[in-house]
């Protein structure tokens, strides 16, 4: 039933300061456009290279910043990168477009202070974290109307919305907020208050602590008891993490959810090892639960190492 779902919104812990806006300069280019994620079909970046020579055709020093990693969609023979650089050749548009390839935090930060709209013209996305760090640098966002975007970008407040799937819109949008530094301004001064409010961790620690507490207690009224193995594989990759060395996992925990989410792991891993693995006889499943901690422990660590490149 729709009544027992319930939508945590991802959190987000902003940066502290945000860089100045550099204005445009005279006669320099204007407006100037970024976008960053992957350079791919999904994220919508054919749709922006589309959308060009209408923007051009009103503004002719328009300029395009694209950073990110130029990937290879699944049964594509090349990265979309390169359709992109020739189609823009075919455009006649190639000197207003940059692609960067992959940017540090810093230098995105820096390049959203120097912009004057980050574009994101996804087909697809969840909560779209590009878009949503952009607002918290102090960008101007536009952004497409899919996924999960609407409910964390509000329209004319966080950001601007358009249709998918659609050139001339994200041309019509790019165009009427360049011709309107005022609307600009206001959309930098109430879109970063509002997404950290939206994405409050605090919030969202006390709505999943909430819904774990409903999960516990429809369990508990569940006639059948709880199954054992499902406890003992738990507590093994429980165990398993504590004992790998890297406190990284945990420490990603507290970070997030404080002093909570540390009590609940101290506690889940001795509750853990109390009535499962205190209670296992057999060495072989102590073993096989081991290795598969290792194995989890291994993924963790091989995300964690992605997540920092």
Sequence with gaps: PRSEFCVIKSPLTPVAEVYDHEPAQPGGPFPRLFYWGRVERQKGCDLLVEALPEIAARYPNVRLVIGGAETTEHGQPEPYAAVARRRLAELGL?????????????????QVAGSDLCVFPSRYETACYAALEAITYGGCVVATTVGGLPEYVAHGV?????????PPAIAEAVVRLA???QLRRQLRRTARPDVIARCDPLVAA??????YEKAIAAFAKRACAPNRAYRQIIAG??????????PHFH???????????????QQGYEQGLQEGLCATRNAGTFSLLRRLARAVRG???????????
Excluded: N
């Design 237 to 246: 990759l429980l165990a398993g993490m504590r004992s790998s060395g890297d």
């Design 251 to 265: 420490e990603l925990l507290c970070a997030k959810y404080s002093e909570g989410a540390a009590a609940g792991y």
């Design 94 to 110: 190639a000197d207003k477009v940059e692609f960067r390839g992959f940017m540090t935090v810093e230098q995105i930060r820096r």
């Design 299 to 309: 993924i963790i660590s091989a995300g964690h190492k992605a997540q920092a490149r």
């Design 179 to 181: 011709g309107d530094e």
């Design 206 to 211: 006390r709505e999943s602590a909430a819904v």
């Design 158 to 166: 966080s950001g601007w919305l358009v249709e998918p799937e659609s």
